[in-house]
Structure formats: C-alpha cells, structure tokens
C-alpha cells in the first residue's frame, strides 16, 4: 500500500450555520411530537447534520462519495469500500440555533493494517467546531477504507446468542424510509443505503445497511428519552458489524455510575455498535 504519510496534518475549513429546518427533520426521522431536546439549541450529535457534502455530480465515484483522486482533503486511496467506524466527541458548549459555524477539519493519523479480509486502511480526522467564534464541538472520527467484496452475503441467518442484559431496550425496525429520510438529511449518497443491488452484489451485504451515525443517533435519543434535559459531556461510539435493514433490532442502555453504556444489537441478539455516554 502507499505511504500516506505526507498527507497527515493536512487541513480543510467550511463554514455553515445552524438553521432549524434540518432539526425538524431529526425530530420527525426520530418520530418526536416533542422533542427531547433544549428549545433554540442544536441536540447532541446533529452537529453531522451541517457541513453536507457539496461535490459536483460529476465528481461523485461509483460508490455515490466523491472520488478521492487527491484534489480533496483525503488521499487518493485505492481500496473502494469505506466505512465510518466510530468517533469520539466532546461536548464543549452548546450550539444555538442560527449560529454561524466554523469546522476545521485535519487529518491526524493515516494507518494501513492487514486483517482477515486483506487490507485495510485507517485514517482520523480531528474536526473542530465553533459557534459564533466559540469552540463548541470537538470530534475524532474513524474512517476505514477496504478491499473489494470477495464473499456473497450470508444466505442463512446468524444463530441467536443470549442478549446482553440492558436497563432499557427500546426496538425499531429499520426500513428503506427510515434510511432514506437520513441519507436525505445528511446529504449522504452512499449507495449502500439505498441501492440494494449494488450492496449485495457490489459490495457483498446481505441488504441495505443502516448508517453507523445514524445508529449513533438512535441511541443517543434512546439515552435522552431516558434522561430528559440531560446534557452531555462527551459521546464516543465504535461499529462492530453492519446493522441491515429488514429485522428489528434493539437499542440497549445500561447505567454505570455516571456514565451509561448504550449498544444496538440484531435480531440475532449480535452487538453491531457500542457507545458511551457521559
């Protein structure tokens, strides 16, 4: 593989502002009447919802991203499959709503692996927000690039497991709509989300896959819906295998002093994220 090393510390900055119009839209994707949220602030995690993702379309690649061909922020990284593995974020002040927003973005760390299905890659990107010239947000965010599908999806379901014992479940069923009305929102045209063909015969999944941060998002409103008015810290959330669309699945929550522990898992009762909370 490359060596990619030249482009660490590398750089980018957008600017945007927090209007409200894309929090109407996560209450409604969550199903709020009344969100849980404070009045007149932007909520935990939608700061993703800012920020889109402007290429033109004829910049965008097979896979629905744009092309990394190194006129962007990242490298022009062979391996086609990508996925966003975790972040770790810190809750520095609160986000008003109409806010003007400030994200410089930089690439920190860039890190091949080999692993069980060839070879991997590993890049961090440390993104810092401001809101009116204040820090507000700071993040770490994983993302992994690998080879090529090799294997056709699982034909037969995973063996049920025994489930993890939780303080709170609450169980949803992810269809085609639901990861729609995200990718809408975030302006995501990741084609495994809604181009069932192209992710089973492409990319090798068994159907659509729900989004890693929109999971992460579920499970941060199973947490507020459980703690009204509560205003975390920090939030760090890892993936640990594809959620597909079709099944339930269940968001977990269980308390450990003053943090809480949170994980969705299948239907196979298989934990596909976890995540902390603080």
């Known amino acids: ?15 945007d502002v927090a209007t409200a119009a894309p929090l109407a839209g996560l209450a409604a994707l969550l ?10 602030t932007v909520p935990p995690l939608a700061h993703w919802l800012y920020f889109l993702p402007t290429a033109r379309r004829s910049a ?33 002040a609160p986000i008003a709503v109409g806010a003007a927003l400030t994200r410089v973005t930089t690439i920190d760390a860039i890190k091949p692996k080999r692993g069980a299905s060839g070879d991997l890659l590993f ?23 690998r080879e090529p ?35 809408a929102l975030t302006f995501n045209a990741h084609r ?21 941060p929109l999971i992460a998002t579920l499970l941060m409103d199973h947490f507020l819906r459980t703690a009204p008015g509560a205003n975390p810290r920090r939030f760090g959330f890892r993936a640990e295998a594809p959620l597909i669309d079709g099944a339930p699945f269940d968001l977990c929550l269980a308390r450990d002093g003053d943090a809480t522990r949170l994980w969705a898992r299948d239907a196979a009762g298989r934990t596909t994220m976890r995540a902390d909370v603080a």
Do not use: N
């Not at 199903?31 to 007149?40: N, Y």
């Open 149 to 183: 599908a090799t294997t056709a999806p699982a034909s037969t379901p995973a063996a049920a497991i025994e489930p993890e014992p939780a303080d709170a479940v609450r169980s949803l069923s992810p269809d085609p709509v639901l990861l729609f009305r995200y990718s």
């Open 31 to 40: 199903d709020h009447d009344v969100s849980p949220w404070a009045p007149g």
């Open 192 to 212: 495994i989300h809604y181009d069932r063909d192209y992710a089973q015969r492409v990319e090798g999944y068994a159907g659509l896959v729900v989004h890693g």
């Open 123 to 145: 890049v961090t990107l440390r993104h810092d927000i401001a809101a009116d010239g204040v820090a507000a947000i700071r993040e770490e965010q994983d993302i992994v690039f």
């Open 60 to 92: 965008i690649g097979d896979d629905g991203h744009p092309r990394r061909d190194g006129a962007g922020l990242l490298p022009p990284v062979p391996l086609p499959r990508r996925m966003w593995a975790g972040s770790r974020i810190e809750f520095v």
């Open 1 to 15: 593989m490359d060596d990619y090393s030249a482009w660490v510390g590398r750089s980018e900055t957008r600017e």
